[in-house]
């Protein structure tokens, strides 16, 4: 399938674009703009292994370079591998550098991909007030903001259902939504830490996003911004390509399609996204292998 897919994307962009035209816009992109936004998608990689730093607390004091290079590696995993596949990098370099349990671990992705979700629905309130602007969207934004705070008492919660292990499956599962809720933040200081970390991080993400896709795509910016949008939820798609590739360019043609953009340009705008995106994403990934990774035998630091 996801040979099938990248096969079928080249042969439909030479077929409707030409790559030798799909590729001559960066010939009039600035070296200096193009630098800038690497370093914004940069930054943003930096940001997302601060809130892993953040979330975990005091468990991770003092190895910040061990918490970027396995957030990196997660994130190039996550870019590369189909199907959302390179989510289990996370809880697997948990376990490898730090020890920490492996269920554990995925329960707190689970609980950072909520937040992200929750930025990402605020992002499309924002892409609806640029269409449209509006005071009832300023409301809206305003009460899925304030729908944080339901974060707060799952983990106290979870402290409320501790006891001994029971035998049965419906234990086990009671068992699994404990753990689950226990890896929930409850503090609120760290819940607002945390969402400011995931405000920048999609923030600066979805600039050099938008702004390189606006250079390939002149078109309104809500329209670019919902294209990028397109891109990110590509991933939830039941089939990939390698890399994304084929999935990816679908979802953002498919987002801009009804908008009333140009499907040719459409796929023009999303290959070279797509491009920009995986040229970053080998970048950063080998960056992160120059490192220091923790030994958990040790509990000191190697090199590759």
């Known amino acids: 399938m996801g040979g099938a897919l990248l096969a079928a994307l080249l042969i439909a962009v030479e077929w409707t674009v030409g790559w030798g035209p799909l590729l001559l816009p960066w010939r009039t992109l600035s070296p200096l703009l193009l630098l800038a936004l690497f370093g914004l998608t940069a930054l943003s990689y930096v940001l997302r292994a601060v809130r892993v730093y953040d979330y975990f607390g005091p468990r991770f004091r003092g190895c910040f370079p061990t918490v970027l290079r396995l957030s990196m590696l997660h994130n190039s995993a996550n870019n590369l591998l189909p199907m959302r596949a390179g989510e289990m990098v996370f809880p697997w370099l948990m376990r490898r550098y730090f020890g920490h349990g492996f269920l554990d671990a995925a329960a707190a992705l689970i609980w950072i991909r909520l937040l992200d979700l929750h930025f990402l629905v605020l992002i499309g309130i924002l892409i609806l007030y640029l269409r449209e602007p509006s005071g009832v969207w300023w409301i809206a934004a305003g009460v899925w903001v304030a729908g944080l705070v339901l974060f707060v008492p799952l983990g106290r919660m979870a402290n409320a259902t501790t006891g001994p292990r029971q035998p049965g499956i419906y234990a086990a599962l009671r068992h699994l939504v404990r753990r689950l809720a226990t890896a929930a933040p409850s503090d609120p200081a760290i819940i607002a830490r945390v969402y400011l970390w995931t405000a ?21 910016f809500w329209r670019v911004l919902t294209g990028v949008m397109g891109a990110e939820l590509s991933t939830v798609l039941p089939f990939h390509g390698i890399a994304g590739s084929g999935s990816y360019e679908l979802a953002v043609v498919a987002a801009l399609a009804p908008l009333g953009v140009d499907p040719k340009t459409a796929l023009a705008g999303a290959v070279n996204l797509h491009l920009f995106l995986l040229g970053t994403t080998l970048v950063l990934g080998a960056i992160a292998f120059l490192l220091p990774k923790r030994s958990t035998k040790t509990h000191g630091y190697s090199q590759d």
């Open 200 to 220: 920048l991080t999609w923030t600066l993400k979805f600039t050099a996003f938008a702004v390189l896709l606006e250079h390939f795509l002149p078109v309104a």
